[in-house]
């Protein structure tokens, strides 16, 4: 699967930005996805993870209620809703895929699949 990430770009605190993370491949629909980020001189975190079919779904405790994972299985597509962004928001952020979706993969190393990233500023 190939995959390619968009919508990133600078934005306000408080402000909200839609990342979108479109594949390639006849496996999506069984494939898991996660959002990964890694900020400068700071370790990879997977923030958001949703299974195959978007019937679960997994966003890091510190960023519920701002941050949801969403998917369109006909648009092959997966996508990040970032509202009331905080200038810890600032990284790069993957998408990633991996075969056998059926469940949450919490772990960014269960990932086979990278997109190149796309970044995000937040700025004061």
């Known amino acids: 699967a190939q995959l390619v990430e968009s919508g990133g770009g600078l934005v306000q605190t408080g402000g909200s930005l839609r990342l979108s993370c479109a594949a390639s491949g006849r496996r999506f629909g069984t494939m898991g996805f996660a959002w990964i980020r890694q900020a400068p001189g700071k370790d990879r975190e997977l923030i958001a993870a949703?299974?195959?079919?978007?019937?679960?779904?997994y966003v890091r405790d510190s960023l519920k209620g701002r941050f949801t994972v969403s998917r369109d299985n006909d648009k092959k597509s997966v996508y990040l809703q970032m509202d009331s962004l905080k200038v810890d928001g600032a990284a790069v952020y993957y998408c990633a895929a991996r075969e056998g979706g059926a469940t949450l993969g919490l772990n960014w190393k269960l990932y086979t699949y990278w997109g190149q990233g796309t970044q995000v500023t937040v700025s004061s």
């Open positions: 949703i299974t195959s079919s978007g019937g679960s779904a």
